[in-house]
């Protein structure tokens, strides 16, 4: 079905889209692998956003969708820009200290008869970093490059998530549509009934009012329902950057249900997850930021030359000298510090991060097998039941051996079953891409080669 969510197609979808938004392929192994390269996303995200206006009109898979959103995302053209800004970081700390020209003159103008005599003074000066200062800057500067690839990664599997849940719901408003069109024909065909009966004089009038009441409400109902179509639709276009939703509808399966694995063995995958995955260079670049700092414990040396010229006796000289700090009072202590508290934050921070994703990736599976639950009972007992119930009392009303109360009441639980099992769809679906988002790759690992089904 199309609803396999970005689970199996963003394998080729987002591997596809990432030469175009990081700059070069995905590593192998996962397609979240793409932050471990060398090169990350930097110069092609802004230039994407900014290509054809072009909007879908016909019907639309979650292919076309996680396409279209990772190309067109407002929010990943931002993050792309943070990028090149930190390759930029990269670049200027790598760079030498400009030498200095220094020029001067001494005792200009002063009358013969006093002592002293005229000078100029050309100096060229050149600090020269000790310590390694700019080794610790480069790599500091790297880590930070890696840092903002990472946060790239999450952003970018958060868009395929946000749109990949868009696209789920507005399949559910499809058959909520769907549901609500039958039901208003449902209850026109007890209308009717009842005005049959009405004619022939076996039911009172007052049926044929509540009939009609009824389908009057199934048409209020309708209506709301595709109101909320209509704003699900604008929501997902919203995510590849569109105010308008011009697709004429989102094709998939809501139906299909694919088996799901122990919550051991997802948990065990969670390590893998790159909201956790950025932690360990987040703490390598606060460890690259101590090492910066003690560096800068080591003072630096200027050393400087150049040319004098003495006018009195017109002599040419030469001047050299050099300049030390004497780190006496300042050795750097409180940057020290502030960086290795800064270190044992994040330490904290990940170890936070790290139950809170715990916690919500229990949430989710849960709430995925609950969906499950739902959908197997609603599927095998409740649906078949309440339909051949309606079936039976609605025959039955025509023939006289029912009441209308009774086949308004089997009409409504029948309807009831029919609306809970596309809401417990839209959960189950909706769960699983949660689970899927919070590991950062697919729940099931699907050829990635083979089409969607529900895309043929």
Do not use: C
Not at 140 to 152: F, K, V
Not at 164 to 175: E, G, W
Not at 403 to 425: F, K
Not at 428 to 436: D, G, K, N, P, Q
């Amino acid at each position: 079905m199309a609803t396999t969510r970005w689970r199996s197609i963003a394998f080729g979808v987002a591997s596809a889209a990432a030469t175009t938004l990081i700059g070069g392929p995905l590593q192998s192994g996962s397609r979240f692998a793409a932050v471990a390269a060398e090169r990350p996303a930097t110069s092609a995200v802004g230039d994407v956003a900014r290509e054809s206006e072009d909007q879908p009109t016909g019907d639309i898979a979650l292919r076309d969708v996680l396409a279209l959103a990772l190309a067109r995302s407002p929010e990943l053209a931002a993050f792309g820009w943070r990028v090149r800004a930190a390759d930029a970081g990269v670049v200027q700390a790598g760079l030498l200290p400009n030498p200095s020209l220094d020029a001067s003159t001494q005792d200009v103008g002063v009358p013969s008869r006093l002592e002293g005599q005229a000078e100029f003074t050309l100096e060229l000066g050149q600090l020269i970093e000790l310590g390694g200062k700019r080794a610790a800057r480069i790599e500091q500067a790297s880590r930070g490059r890696e840092l903002a690839a990472w946060d790239y990664e999450v952003a970018r599997i958060d868009v395929l998530a946000r749109a990949s849940q868009a696209f789920v719901t507005v399949l559910v408003a499809q058959q909520q549509l769907d549901l609500a069109e039958e039901n208003v024909q449902l209850a026109q065909n007890v209308v009717d009934a009842v005005a049959t009966r009405v004619r022939a004089g076996s039911t009172p009038t007052a049926e044929l009012t509540k009939a009609e009441v009824a389908r009057a409400s199934a048409r209020v109902e309708r209506d709301g329902v595709r109101r909320a179509l209509d704003v699900a639709r604008r929501q997902l276009a919203a995510t590849w950057g569109s105010t308008e939703a011009r697709f004429r509808r989102a094709r998939g399966d809501l139906e299909r249900i694919t088996p799901l694995p122990s919550f051991a063995s997802v948990a065990a995958r969670l390590d893998r997850s790159p909201d956790l995955g950025r932690w360990t260079t987040e703490l390598l670049e606060r460890r690259a930021a101590i090492d910066l700092e003690k560096s800068r414990t080591v003072p630096d040396v200027t050393a400087r030359g150049g040319y004098r010229r003495l006018f009195d006796p017109g002599v040419n000289t030469f001047v050299v000298g050099l300049s030390v700090p004497l780190p006496i009072f300042d050795r750097n202590q409180g940057a020290i510090a502030a960086a290795e508290s800064r270190l044992s934050q994040a330490r904290e921070d990940a170890n936070a991060a790290r139950v809170r994703l715990s916690a919500a990736l229990g949430d989710a599976y849960q709430s995925v097998a609950t969906a499950g639950e739902q959908i197997a009972t609603l599927r095998s007992d409740v649906i078949p039941g309440a339909r051949e119930a309606f079936a039976t009392l609605n025959a039955g009303y025509r023939a006289g051996r029912f009441s209308y109360l009774e086949v308004l009441d089997a009409q409504r639980t029948l309807i009831g079953a029919r609306v809970q099992y596309v809401r417990a769809l839209g959960d189950y679906h909706r769960s699983l891409t949660a689970v899927e988002r919070l590991l950062g790759e697919p729940l099931q690992r699907d050829d990635p080669s083979a089409p969607a089904a529900g895309e043929e």
